[in-house]
């Protein structure tokens, strides 16, 4: 009996051991799903390790030679020196965060020809420095290639993607030559006649810019840009696809020039600051959709330039956030052709500056305006009287820098308050939302 008790404790103690690591891994496993689901990874998921003791180099390109189409090289632990070139399909470079490649200063580091090449866990490292030449860091030539989870640094250019197509570009921390001031960089990824590319999860920084030149169809998706001139500078680019990205603290965020039909949503853009300062510019570019985004913090939320350049090619602005700027919106001449709703202005200097005579041959309806003086007195959220914006004295901050040391003095208010009550002379009339939202409604 007492033999029995004992395998029926032991059974039973077990078993509560058991339930109780199910129960821990299962918390673990949340927590990790919740963590995952609330944080974006940018740059590397896989960490880069090289804490091991310089070594002589290893030749790559004997390696990279005595492979045939479809074989995986793994790298151990080690620098291997560069550049190299890889002509054929289909085959794997894995670092296993563990192994760098060493340009040498000269050149690009690796230059792929073939199609289906993978280049993965890798620092990449040591490029030349001519602009003329293009020295990258990787540079793609053949098609369905991808790049995932390399660090590239000290190298010009991160990645140039020259009349290649459909490639990944996945979780690669990218900067170029830290000796070099911003205009003398290289670029993080340089788009050039290429279409079908997909980039997601990367960290550019230190870069001058992100360009995409005469490529069509591609796809940034959850990136972060830090600290450079142009977060990511569209021209001659079709049908392109901006989503969930965050660019900080760069001159310019998205800039679409001769660019049309880009879709760009939920992207987070703010700390465009200077002269140049502008969250998204926009010239001469139609049918183009910007939804839902966050435009702070910036010397100017939009810039329109001649945008839409074809005035029944409609760009739809709408649903985004556009605060805490000197301009919310710009408007560099009259014009026509955007339909503006639903988008939320708050804390900004001017909510719309129109340079030319006025906005608005634009469509204005139902954005929220933190200035609006009107009531709902039918409860139906939609103001009883129309927005109206007008240029009075207070805004001479517009076309004044210096009068912006004054903004929100007394002296300041009660010039606007006089002038609103008995104008000196006929305000400029801005724009008119004839539907504005009352209260600012949450998604």
């Not at 104008?423 to 539907?435: A, I, M, N, Q, Y």
């Amino acid at each position: 009996m007492a033999l029995f008790n004992r395998i029926l404790h032991n059974s039973v103690t077990d078993f509560i051991i058991c339930l109780r690591n199910c129960i821990f891994v299962t918390i673990a496993i949340l927590s990790v799903n919740t963590s995952l689901a609330q944080d974006n990874i940018y740059g590397n998921y896989f960490e880069i390790n090289l804490d091991y003791k310089l070594k002589d180099t290893i030749p790559l390109q004997p390696i990279i030679d005595a492979a045939k189409e479809g074989d995986t090289i793994i790298l151990s632990a080690g620098i291997y020196a560069g550049p190299i070139t890889i002509k054929q399909n289909n085959i794997v470079v894995d670092g296993q965060g563990k192994a760098s490649i060493n340009g040498g200063g000269k050149a690009s580091v690796i230059v792929i020809n073939g199609y289906g090449v993978v280049l993965r866990n890798l620092q990449i490292c040591n490029s030349g420095g001519s602009h003329n030449t293009i020295d990258s860091g990787v540079k793609l030539v053949g098609s369905h290639n991808t790049v995932d989870n390399c660090r590239i640094k000290e190298c010009l250019f991160g990645i140039d993607v020259s009349q290649s197509d459909s490639n990944y570009l996945y979780h690669n921390d990218i900067s170029s030559l830290s000796r070099r001031e911003i205009a003398l960089k290289g670029d993080a990824i340089r788009f050039w006649w290429a279409k079908g590319n997909k980039v997601q999860g990367n960290y550019w920084h230190g870069v001058r810019d992100m360009v995409v030149w005469y490529s069509s169809g591609n796809s940034f998706i959850e990136n972060k840009g830090v600290g450079n001139r142009y977060g990511i500078h569209f021209m001659y680019s079709h049908n392109n696809y901006i989503r969930g990205n965050r660019l900080l603290n760069n001159s310019v965020g998205v800039f679409l020039m001769y660019s049309e039909r880009t879709i760009m949503i939920n992207n987070t853009i703010e700390g465009c600051t200077g002269v140049s300062g502008m969250c998204l510019g926009m010239k001469e570019t139609s049918s183009n959709q910007i939804l839902n985004n966050k435009f702070l913090y910036s010397t100017e939320g939009i810039h329109f330039d001649v945008a839409p350049f074809v005035p029944e090619k409609r760009n739809t602005i709408q649903g985004n956030e556009i605060a805490f700027c000197g301009a919310g919106m710009f408007f560099h001449t009259n014009q026509t052709g955007n339909d503006i709703t639903e988008n939320y202005f708050h804390d900004n200097l001017s909510n719309v500056i129109a340079e030319g005579k006025t906005a608005s041959g634009n469509f204005w309806e139902a954005n929220y305006w933190d200035d609006y003086q009107g009531f709902d007195r039918d409860g139906d959220n939609v103001g009883d009287t129309p927005y109206d914006l007008y240029n009075y004295v207070g805004h001479l901050w517009d076309y004044n820098e210096d009068v912006k040391f004054f903004y929100g003095s007394p002296l300041l208010v009660i010039f606007d308050f006089l002038e609103r009550l008995a104008p000196f002379s006929e305000p400029k009339f801005v724009l008119r939302d004839k539907k504005p939202q009352y209260l600012r409604k949450k998604k």
